[in-house]
């Protein structure tokens, strides 16, 4: 509550943080977004452009652990390169 009252936001997506600071997200082209990509983010990257997935099927597709996968996925979704579904799934944004 003290956090409210001073001003705090409620932040539930990456969309939220863009609104709060006024930020505009541009689309780009898969071509362009994957070049900037490294090794791992094009493997997850090139899963999700087939299907959205979730965490555990992105982890077992590519050999390795859930946390590792979370954190590619987590800066992916900041950068806005992937989002999640609202079946919990992730997908290319």
């Known amino acids: 509550n003290l956090l409210i ?3 705090a936001k ?3 997506t990456v969309e939220d943080i863009y609104s709060e600071f006024d930020m505009k997200i541009t689309p780009r082209k898969s071509e362009d977004i994957r070049e900037k ?3 791992t ?3 997850i990257f090139d899963i999700l452009q087939k299907n959205p997935s979730t965490v555990d099927e992105m982890a077992i ?3 390795m652990a859930v946390s590792q996968v ?3 996925i987590s800066v ?5 390169v992937i989002e999640k579904n ?3 799934k992730y997908q290319v944004k």
């Open 76 to 80: 992916m979704e900041i950068n806005g």
């Open 86 to 88: 609202q079946e919990k």
């Open 61 to 63: 597709g590519l050999g």
């Open 10 to 12: 409620m932040v539930t």
């Open 37 to 39: 990509l490294s090794e």
């Open 5 to 7: 009252k001073q001003g």
């Open 41 to 43: 983010e094009r493997l």
């Open 70 to 72: 979370l954190n590619i």
